[in-house]
């Protein structure tokens, strides 16, 4: 079946702009995350949706950052006012059901902030 | 906050090699996780496991909680096991928020 599936695969914008990207979980998939991985900073966790609970966006890293899932299913990450240092790959991953489910990743999103 | 180190931070083998990489974590944590990413940048989830023994086929997991470490253990190394391995834990006092190691890279030869 079908695997998790992240769009752009590239993304390259000019400081200041506002750029979305897309993730399209597995379907039947209740919680989905996203992750950013730069040289600088590594691996790290930006939010996470459960279903139809709030979500947890404790690892928003500015107010610049925000997400929004979509009748459970389709998931957008939008930066508002992008910085050179948001430059990263974003990746999406999804899992059946909670927290300690075994996670599926997409292939990422590779942005590039000029 | 908590902090996660890997070692060793690269490691070359020949093929049919065993291997053991380390997670250590400076605070108590609800759980831990392994993480695979290919040379390619696929991520895989290798494991849960928050203390004891885990084994999916010829990797193995233990992870320690009193002692703040866990080992991954590849057998048989092949060449499609390179690339990175991340452990993540999450801290204890209810916060999701996974911190990551910074990596162990692994090349295996033929």
């Known amino acids: 079946g079908a695997g998790v599936s992240q769009s752009p695969s590239n993304k390259v914008t000019e400081k200041g702009k506002d750029v979305e990207l897309r993730c399209d979980p597995i379907s039947g998939h209740t919680a989905l995350y996203w992750y950013r991985q730069s040289l600088g900073q590594g691996l790290e966790f930006l939010i996470y949706f459960q279903g139809n609970s709030a979500p947890d966006k404790s690892g928003l890293p500015s107010d610049r950052f925000s997400a929004e899932r979509t009748g459970g299913s389709v998931s957008t990450l939008t930066i508002q006012r992008t910085q050179q240092e948001d430059s990263a790959v974003y990746l999406c991953?999804?899992?059946?059901?909670?927290?300690?489910?075994?996670?599926?990743f997409g292939p990422g999103t590779r942005l590039l902030v000029l | 906050g908590i902090q996660v180190e890997q070692s060793p931070p690269d490691l070359i083998l020949q093929e049919g090699a065993n291997s053991t990489l380390r997670c250590n974590f400076s605070?108590?944590?609800?759980?831990l996780q392994w993480f695979h990413q290919n040379p390619w940048g696929q991520l895989i989830n290798l494991f849960y496991i928050p203390s004891g023994t885990k084994q999916n086929g010829r990797l193995s997991a233990t992870t320690v909680a009193t002692e703040r470490y866990s080992l991954l253990y590849i057998s048989s190394s092949q060449t499609t096991d390179s690339g990175v391995y991340f452990c993540a834990v999450e801290p204890g006092g209810g916060s999701y928020i996974p911190t990551f190691g910074r990596g162990t890279s692994l090349i295996v030869h033929p």
């Open positions: 605070d108590s944590v609800n759980n």
């Open positions: 991953a999804s899992s059946l059901a909670g927290r300690r489910e075994t996670q599926y």
